[in-house]
């Protein structure tokens, strides 16, 4: 069961980074926090990603307790 949460969290990690590149945003451009304030602000009609993708990507936040983490040191 643990390496379903694991699986599902790295599932998210590369969801988010593919978001980002789509976006032109890149590593250390802050995409993560932008795009959590746009699923704030806008959740009916988010403006980086479409709804399909708020869904599966809210699914896997909710199932697996987790959001994007970002390292300072690294940028990434």
Do not use: C
Request: charged share 25%.
């Amino acid at each position: 069961m643990n390496s379903d949460r694991e699986k599902m969290v790295e599932l998210l990690l590369s969801y988010i980074g593919l978001l980002a590149e789509r976006n032109s945003y890149g590593p250390g451009d802050g995409f993560e926090y932008l795009l959590w304030d746009d699923l704030h602000d806008n959740p009916r009609n988010p403006s980086l990603l479409s709804s399909e993708e708020r869904d599966e990507i809210m699914y896997l936040v909710m199932q697996t307790g987790a959001w994007v983490t970002f390292d300072l040191s690294t940028s990434m």
